[in-house]
Nanobody, 124 residues
Framework: QVQLVESGGGLVQAGGSLRLSCAASGRTFRMYAMGWFRQAPGKEREFVAAISGSGLTASYADSMKGRFTISRDNAKNTLYLQMNTLKPEDTAVYYC?????????????????WGQGTQVTVSS
């Protein structure tokens, strides 16, 4: 089992940047594919990005391509999400998630382990 703690959220103006972090417990972090999801008020949780256990393969939701970058440092047991050119519609609680596979997926149900989330608010 892995425990996840997100950090790095906050208030930023449109066009700005934020980097989210997700610290994972355990010694086998590299064995988990990781994902970022987000949930805006009144909306369903949606896929943002995923990365393989090795960090060599990543995938993104179409609306995030070119603006967001997912990465990981397996030596530090940490997952990242660099978010650039932020828009007000990016406002949401952002969650990191882990799955018992070295390959990521964009499906919510593929991730049994979740963090508590971190709020990102983008002002116009």
């Amino acid at each position: 089992q892995v425990q996840l703690v997100e950090s790095g959220g906050g208030l930023v103006q449109a066009g700005g940047s934020l980097r989210l972090s997700c610290a994972a417990s355990g010694r086998t972090f590299r064995m988990y594919a990781m994902g970022w999801f987000r949930q805006a008020p009144g909306k369903e949780r949606e896929f943002v990005a995923a990365i393989s256990g090795s960090g060599l393969t990543a995938s993104y939701a179409d609306s995030m391509k070119g603006r967001f970058t997912i990465s990981r440092d397996n030596a530090k047991n940490t997952l990242y999400l660099q978010m650039n050119t932020l828009k007000p519609e990016d406002t949401a609680v952002y969650y990191c998630a882990a799955r018992d596979s070295t390959w990521g997926t964009d499906e919510l149900k593929g991730y049994p382990y979740w963090g508590q989330g971190t709020q990102v608010t983008v002002s116009s």
